[in-house]
């Protein structure tokens, strides 16, 4: 359900919300257009990073698919038709990552869309412990997947560099840290203190 249509289902169930609990009519009309102002504002920055994050993996696809049809001419040119399958095996953790990405800005964006039966504590407590739990897993994917795809990255766009395998995994690792840490401080400055907000209203709710 989109963001309008949301805002106009919690203020067709106001009332009713109004003789459950002990509430003005006014303070329950702030903390509903509240608490839909900071949906509204969480949709929007994830709409933004979902069209960005899905436009560039597309292009990075579209990359990969230039760079496996120069391997080719490459490896028959040189005869080294053995690097092959190496350079389709990182193409394919690199494609693994886009989709892995692409899935996540969806459902990002999905989250802050959900109700639950008309209900709106049940509907706002929907919302922030789903999120959580989508962050939460999110870091557990990338922890993993960085890393692997760092390795493929730089064996696939840097073939000239040829470090020792300690510095090439020493890499991989700072990549995987920074990534993590950055996007971490980025949810927390951007997602976590309007998440705040919405727990501090349902506490109101719920009081």
Partial sequence: MELDDFKAHWNNIQDKEFQQQK??????????????DTLNQLHTKSLFWKTLGTTTCKML??????AFLMTIVDAIHLHKLANIPM????????????????????????I??????????????????TFKKFYLLLNIIYLFLYPVYSYAVIKLFIPYWHPSPQILYITC????VVCLAGGHWYYKAKFFKKLKSLE????????
């Fill in 87 to 110: 350079a389709l095996a990182y193409m394919l953790i690199i494609l693994l990552y886009c989709i892995v990405t692409i899935w996540a800005y969806n459902r990002q964006e999905q």
């Fill in 200 to 207: 501090g209203n349902l506490k109101e709710l719920e009081s």
């Fill in 23 to 36: 509430f003005s009519s006014e303070k329950l009309e702030q903390i509903i257009m509240n608490t839909t």
């Fill in 173 to 176: 690792a700072i990549v995987t």
């Fill in 112 to 129: 802050f869309t959900i109700y639950n039966n008309g209900d709106v504590k049940a509907s706002l407590k929907l919302t922030i412990t």
């Fill in 61 to 66: 696809i579209g990359i990969l698919a230039v």
